[in-house]
């Protein structure tokens, strides 16, 4: 998978996108990720990517044409690169960090590269991140997140968007914290990142539940010990214990998540005998 971002800060993406499983990722050569400068697509001497707003107020605006200029570009481009103009070239334009050449250029895989990327936005109005919403993106050859800055962007550029996405109900200085936990968890989703085939299918939100509580060791802690059944051996009831504290976890946390949801009879069963529990 190819992931791009378009951004005003790219430097940002250096800790995040250089260690744990996206630096690995990357080295298993599962993901060929790139940070943009949206300042590369700028004409005047200062790089201005924002200006005032229409109307008054307060705070800046993201600038619609370096957005546009920068998409047409990185989608003419079949490494995804900065390389389809030359930034360099403009009057008062500061020469972008060189770029090496994309890997396997003539493979199958930059043959998909060469397609439009699946654009997204980060943005309040956009929808509600989830596990189901990284599982589609995860699908995707090439995506490009677009992230702003400053008060906002200008609203002619979402005009450029397969989709946007929302984290949640709070605000975060940039899109560029935004698009890094929309990396992450989709990254997660591709087979062979986190080693094991089933890597991701136990975790929180995979199966619509919330996951199983974890131990290691020692067994026994200042007096806190570990279930016994963890220790047993017995691999079936560690799966039936594992799938009921799912169950209880969930409708003691998150009941929201269970309605609606298809679950085998044995499954509504044990949450029936908690709600009789409580009762009594």
Known sequence: MIIETLSTFPDMYESVMGASMMRIAQEKGILDFKAHDLRDWTHDRHRTTDDEPYGGGDGLVMKCAPIFEAYESLCASPCGGADAVDPASRPGAAAPVEQAPCEGSDSAAAEQAS??????????????FDD?????LAKQDRLLFICGHYEGIDERAYTLADEVISLGDYVLTSGELASMVVIDAVVRKLPGVLGAET??????????????????????????????????????????????????????????????????????????????????
């Open 115 to 128: 397609s439009k990327p699946y654009t997204i936005f980060l943005a309040p109005q956009g929808r509600r």
């Open 132 to 136: 189901a919403c990284a599982c589609e």
């Open 199 to 280: 890597g991701a299918l136990g975790e929180s939100f995979a199966d619509g539940l919330l996951e199983y509580p974890q131990y290691t060791r020692p067994a026994n802690f200042n007096g806190m010990e570990v279930p016994a059944v963890l220790l047993s051996g017995n691999h079936g009831a560690v799966d039936r214990w594992r799938r009921e504290q799912s169950l209880e976890r969930t409708l003691r946390l998150r009941p929201d998540l269970l309605e609606g949801m298809e679950l085998p009879d044995a499954d509504r069963a044990f949450l029936q005998s908690l709600s009789t529990e409580e009762q009594q």
